[in-house]
Each structure stands twice: as C-alpha cells, then as structure tokens.
C-alpha cells in the first residue's frame, strides 16, 4: 500500500471508527501493516502487557512476548518513561544490554523480522498504550516516511482511545444507576416531561400492577382524572423548570393518601434510561414509615430533630405542616433542613430526599 494523503485519511478515519467498535482495531493495524511493512501489535502496558487491542502477526508469538518476552524489550520500557506520541526505532535501542540482545536474538530475529518501531500514542493514569511495528530483514531500517506517518496518525489515535475510555466509563455509570434504581426498596419510575414512562423498578411494577397508579398507553397516570391532571403538572414542572415537590394521590380501595415526590432524574439516572436531560423521577413508599431511622442517624450523624424532619420529607410532609404539627417555628425546621444539606452533601430538598428513597440501606426489609 502506498502512502498516499488518501491512504492517511482512510487510516485516520478508521482510527475513529475504533472508538465506537473495538473490533476495528484489527482492521486498522491490518492496514498499518501494510503501510509501514511489517507485522502490527497495539497493545496496552502498565508494569507489563494487560491487553491487546490488536495483532497481525503469529498469535503464539504474542502469547511468548506476553509471557517472557516482553521484560527483555527495552523499547516498551523506553516508551514506559516517555511522554506520549514518542516514536523510536531499534536503531536508537541498539548498544550492549544484554538484555536487548537477547530479545532481538530469541524473539525478533525468529519471527524472521529485523527491523522495530515504536510509538506510544496514548497514556491514561499508570497505562500507556504501544503501537509496535516489525519488518523483514531485507526491508531495510523504518525511515523518516515511516516516522512521519506514525507521528500524524498517533493523536488521531489518542483521541479515539480517549473516547473509547469516556464511552466505557459512562456504560459503567449508566450499568450503575439502573442497578441502583433496581435495587432501591421503594417504587421508582422515570417519565418523560409528558408522563410517558421510561423506566420502572420492580417495586414499582408491581404497583402499577395492583393499581396503585395507571399506566395508559405508557402514560402513568393516577387514580382519577383530577389525580393525573395534578400528576402531570408536577411532571411538567419538574421536567421544564427543574423543580420538584410532593404530590398526594388517591389510593385505590380509600385508603389514605399516596405521598409521592416529582423531582429531575438528574443527569446519571437520565443517560442511563434514554439520555433526555429532562426526564423526571417519581418516587414513593410502599409501606409508610419504612425509613431505618437509625441507620439514617448513623450514616449522616443526624441530630435526633433533623432525623424526625427527614422522615417527614421523605413520607411526603411539606416544610410547613411538618412545623404546624410538631409546634416548631418555620425558621427552626429551615435551620435543620440547612443543616441535612450540609451532612449529607446535597443542595436542594428534591435530591435529598431522592438520595434517602433510593437507598436500600435505609429501608428495613419486611
């Protein structure tokens, strides 16, 4: 393959195409390959190999050099102490270490090649990554044009191994918080700013289930016209404007009311369930009273006052009737909501509450 600003372009676009598809690595040094002449490892180090991202040369090869091999090659442990996008040859390696000669002599020259290039596009923390290129003897030394082409295309593949890090790290996040919601020992749903619904844990499926809300074509609703108007409102809120408060719906059979908070999704939860930055959260008890007081207290340090008022929040109590009811003024119930602000590292009453709802721990299990 000749070099050609084409054939550059072709590589640096399937560069990209890397990040969204691992497997297209194989295809990039498939074509590397063939451009610098010579059998292809991308490979990822710390202290020693811990992945392989591609190779074009003998698999068993590369299982000897994971295995030994890889101690003897000075040229990895030039690119270990190196800035990334470094690009060195053996020329430059070559001198008395023992240990070089017998890497050349026992793995190199074996594999019927002579000549090696090396180039470290991408670090991340303790890890670099090594594009490591061999060619037969007879192709002679890799020259200038070799480097050049190595050089060009490195921070092409730094940023595409940088995306596939970010892309890795938010499936993992969004893996999480779907966890998270699942695990949570209360109903949970995520709805659009229409009410259409995204997500629901099996709490909250199996209230749907028994009527507790309705679910009309993927609209949760509530018990009655009214209800869901009132619903539907607090939805809309809490999606276009970001606010949230607690709602209270009619129960089916006439019990009491069902408290249940309308608050943002928040941005984890949202990409985990679709990536609408306005998705909505609707959270509620199954059982009244299940917050685990004590282990709240404990995990927050609460004062016994603050833990009495965040267990009014979370059963759907307003700020104002939690203070008419226990005959404490409004600013003291405002001091001890700033104060479980301040312990538990939360800024607004909606994602207070969400975070105690959501968290298994502080539920007691039947």
């Given at each position: 393959?000749?070099l050609?600003?084409?054939?550059?372009?072709?590589?640096?676009e399937k560069?990209y195409?890397a990040a969204l598809?691992?497997?297209?690595?194989?295809?990039?040094?498939?074509?590397l390959?063939?451009v610098l002449?010579g059998?292809?490892?991308?490979?990822?180090?710390?202290?020693?190999?811990?992945?392989?991202?591609?190779v074009?040369?003998?698999?068993?090869?590369?299982?000897?050099?994971?295995?030994?091999?890889?101690?003897l090659d000075l040229?990895i442990?030039r690119?270990?102490?190196?800035?990334?996008?470094?690009?060195l040859?053996?020329?430059?390696?070559?001198g008395?270490d023992?240990?070089?000669?017998?890497?050349?002599?026992d793995?190199?020259?074996?594999?019927?090649c002579?000549?090696?290039?090396y180039?470290s596009?991408y670090?991340h923390?303790?890890e670099?990554v090594?594009?490591?290129?061999?060619?037969?003897?007879?192709a002679g030394?890799?020259?200038e044009?070799?480097?050049?082409?190595?050089?060009?295309?490195?921070?092409?593949?730094?940023r595409?191994?940088?995306i596939?890090?970010?892309?890795r790290?938010?499936?993992l996040?969004?893996?999480?918080?779907i966890?998270?919601?699942?695990?949570a020992?209360?109903?949970?749903?995520?709805v659009?700013g229409?009410?259409?619904?995204?997500?629901a844990?099996?709490?909250?499926?199996?209230?749907?289930?028994?009527?507790?809300?309705?679910?009309s074509?993927?609209?949760v609703?509530?018990?009655?016209?009214?209800?869901?108007?009132?619903?539907?409102?607090?939805?809309?809120?809490a999606s276009?404007?970001g606010?949230?408060?607690?709602?209270?719906?009619p129960?089916p059979?006439?019990?009491?009311?069902?408290?249940?908070?309308?608050?943002?999704?928040?941005?984890?939860?949202?990409?985990?369930v679709?990536?609408?930055?306005?998705?909505?959260?609707?959270?509620?008890s199954?059982a009244?009273?299940?917050?685990?007081q004590?282990?709240?207290?404990?995990?927050?340090g609460?004062?016994?006052?603050?833990?009495?008022?965040?267990?009014?929040?979370v059963?759907?109590?307003?700020?104002?009737?939690y203070?008419?009811r226990?005959?404490?003024?409004?600013?003291?119930?405002?001091?001890?909501?700033?104060s479980?602000?301040l312990k538990?590292?939360?800024?607004?009453?909606a994602?207070?509450?969400?975070?105690v709802m959501?968290e298994?721990l502080?539920?007691?299990?039947g």
């Amino acid at each position: 393959m000749r070099l050609t600003d084409g054939v550059v372009a072709s590589l640096t676009e399937k560069i990209y195409d890397a990040a969204l598809a691992p497997e297209a690595w194989q295809a990039l040094a498939l074509d590397l390959a063939q451009v610098l002449r010579g059998q292809v490892a991308i490979c990822r180090h710390a202290e020693q190999p811990t992945g392989i991202y591609a190779v074009t040369g003998d698999p068993a090869a590369m299982a000897d050099y994971t295995s030994h091999y890889w101690r003897l090659d000075l040229g990895i442990q030039r690119l270990a102490r190196s800035r990334p996008g470094v690009v060195l040859t053996d020329v430059e390696l070559a001198g008395p270490d023992p240990a070089w000669s017998e890497f050349v002599n026992d793995f190199v020259h074996p594999m019927g090649c002579g000549a090696v290039l090396y180039a470290s596009p991408y670090r991340h923390g303790d890890e670099f990554v090594s594009l490591v290129a061999a060619r037969e003897l007879r192709a002679g030394p890799y020259d200038e044009t070799s480097l050049y082409v190595v050089q060009q295309l490195s921070p092409h593949i730094a940023r595409s191994l940088a995306i596939q890090e970010r892309m890795r790290a938010a499936r993992l996040e969004s893996a999480a918080s779907i966890e998270a919601l699942e695990r949570a020992a209360m109903a949970v749903l995520v709805v659009n700013g229409q009410g259409r619904l995204r997500f629901a844990n099996a709490v909250a499926e199996a209230q749907l289930r028994k009527g507790v809300l309705a679910l009309s074509r993927g609209h949760v609703g509530a018990g009655s016209t009214d209800a869901t108007r009132v619903l539907h409102r607090a939805i809309r809120s809490a999606s276009a404007a970001g606010l949230a408060e607690t709602v209270s719906l009619p129960r089916p059979g006439g019990r009491g009311p069902l408290p249940v908070t309308v608050c943002p999704a928040g941005v984890s939860i949202a990409s985990a369930v679709g990536g609408d930055p306005r998705l909505v959260l609707l959270l509620f008890s199954v059982a009244p009273a299940s917050l685990d007081q004590g282990c709240v207290a404990r995990a927050f340090g609460l004062t016994p006052a603050e833990t009495r008022l965040l267990t009014a929040l979370v059963e759907g109590e307003r700020l104002s009737d939690y203070a008419a009811r226990t005959s404490i003024r409004i600013t003291t119930v405002k001091t001890h909501l700033r104060s479980l602000f301040l312990k538990t590292g939360e800024q607004r009453q909606a994602d207070l509450i969400r975070r105690v709802m959501s968290e298994p721990l502080f539920h007691p299990m039947g």
